[in-house]
């Protein structure tokens, strides 16, 4: 079991950035895969960003590409998600997640572990 705990929302102008933090509990943290979604109201979870277990491999989705950097330390238990030049279409909570695989997942379902959320408001 594995438990995930985020940090480091909060409100930023547009243009600013911001990085969020995703600690996690539990054994054999470097097994996991892991993975930022973010919801805005109203609307779908949506794939963010995506690591496996070594940080050898990223995926982005394409609205957040050249923006964002998702990384992570083993040696820690943190997967970290820098957003630099952020818009106020990037305003949502965001929620960090895990699953055991030594690949990258973007589908949501496809997670075991999920994180309670960050709030991320940009305002223009």
């Known amino acids: 079991q594995v438990q995930l705990v985020e940090s480091g929302g909060g409100l930023v102008q547009a243009g600013g950035s911001l990085r969020l933090s995703c600690a996690a509990s539990?054994?054999?943290?470097?097994?996991?895969?892991m993975g930022w979604f973010r919801q805005a109201p109203g609307k779908e979870r949506e794939f963010v960003a995506t690591?496996?277990?070594?940080?050898?491999?990223?995926v982005y989705a394409d609205s957040v590409k050249g923006r964002f950097t998702i990384t992570r330390d083993n040696a820690k238990n943190i997967t970290y998600l820098q957003m630099d030049s952020l818009k106020p279409e990037d305003t949502a909570v965001y929620y960090c997640?895990?699953?055991?695989?030594?690949?990258?997942?973007?589908?949501?379902?496809?997670?075991?572990?999920w994180g309670q959320g960050t709030q991320v408001t940009v305002s223009s």
């Open positions: 690591i496996n277990w070594s940080g050898s491999n990223t």
């Open positions: 997640a895990g699953k055991m695989s030594t690949y990258t997942y973007t589908q949501s379902a496809s997670y075991d572990f």
């Open positions: 539990g054994r054999s943290f470097s097994n996991y895969a």
